[in-house]
């Protein structure tokens, strides 16, 4: 199962739909990660938390704590470990061994008026956090386009899915079908010797960065918005992003328009950076290959 989420246009719609919602997961496991955990896609947490409102999820076992917020606009996310990992390959590619992982995401509807024919609105997340001193961990960031009926599929099938391996579909595919990845971020933190290319930071570094970009949208027509930001730490990882993702959007060249939301939310405008995307769809496909690789070995 994924997560699309594709901008299309769709029929004039008289009123607005309003599926919008906050969802965070945060889970740990003691032992490792067996294969029949792969593939079951059902991972036998020690403690896990899923949250369908703004309240924090907390799980936490033996060394590995996690924790995930989100409220519209928002996403908030923790994972620390601090149990070794014997097995070399996992210290330095996978989440096969002990772990902790958070997820946080939102979802909207959009209607903007004021105007006709084609429009472009200015998105921006602003997405900041720390990992911690030691090597194990990771995290990414996503924001998708959708047609409300997709989005609602969509989140239907994540509702009935083990959030690990959807997570690690959608890491894998993350436009599978012809969506819009509208930005991505990801960095880990990774013992050194690891081979896959690009992706490494060190230890202590700053997670995130300010991204924006630019999107098509036809007035009076709905369409969608997902957010998602989550983190993984096994070994002696961690990531905290706590006060991050901040989602901003504005439309340009009409200071007349009308953003009306599913929810009723009213977003802050896009921050005025110059588009900077630092690691890109690429590093999403290799960062899931890592994981996967690091369950096959438990």
Request: aromatic share 10%; with cysteine; net charge negative.
């Amino acid at each position: 199962m994924k997560i699309p989420f594709l901008l299309a246009a769709v029929a004039a719609m008289h009123c607005l739909p309003s599926w919008a919602d906050t969802y965070s997961f945060a889970a740990v496991k003691d032992a490792g990660v067996s294969a029949s955990d792969v593939l079951q896609a059902q991972y036998n947490y020690t403690d896990a938390a899923f949250l369908s409102n703004t309240g924090l999820a907390l799980a936490s076992g033996n060394g590995n704590a996690a924790k995930a917020q989100t409220l519209l606009g928002v996403n908030r996310i923790d994972v620390a470990n601090t149990v070794p990992v014997a097995d070399e390959f996992i210290r330095e590619t996978g989440i096969g061994g002990p772990f902790a992982i958070a997820l946080s995401a939102w979802t909207d509807n959009f209607l903007i008026t004021g105007g006709t024919g084609l429009g472009t609105v200015k998105i921006s997340a602003n997405v900041t956090g720390r990992f911690g001193q030691g090597f194990g961990s990771g995290g990414g960031y996503g924001l998708w386009l959708s047609t409300p009926e997709e989005l609602q599929t969509e989140v239907t099938q994540f509702l009935n899915s083990d959030p690990t391996a959807w997570l690690l579909e959608t890491i894998d595919e993350p436009e599978d079908g012809g969506e819009t990845l509208m930005l991505s971020y990801l960095a880990n933190v990774l013992k050194p010797g690891h081979t896959d290319p690009g992706l490494s930071v060190a230890p202590g570094s700053q997670f995130g960065g300010v991204f924006t970009t630019e999107v098509p949208f036809t007035y009076g027509e709905t369409f969608s918005i997902a957010s998602v930001l989550f983190g993984f730490a096994n070994d002696t990882g961690s990531l905290s992003a706590m006060n991050s993702a901040h989602f901003g959007i504005s439309v340009l060249d009409n200071a007349g328009a009308t953003v009306t939301t599913g929810s009723g939310m009213v977003y802050a405008a896009a921050v005025p950076e110059p588009q900077t995307q630092a690691m890109l769809l690429a590093g999403l496909a290799v960062l899931a290959c890592a994981m996967r690789r690091g369950s096959s070995k438990r």
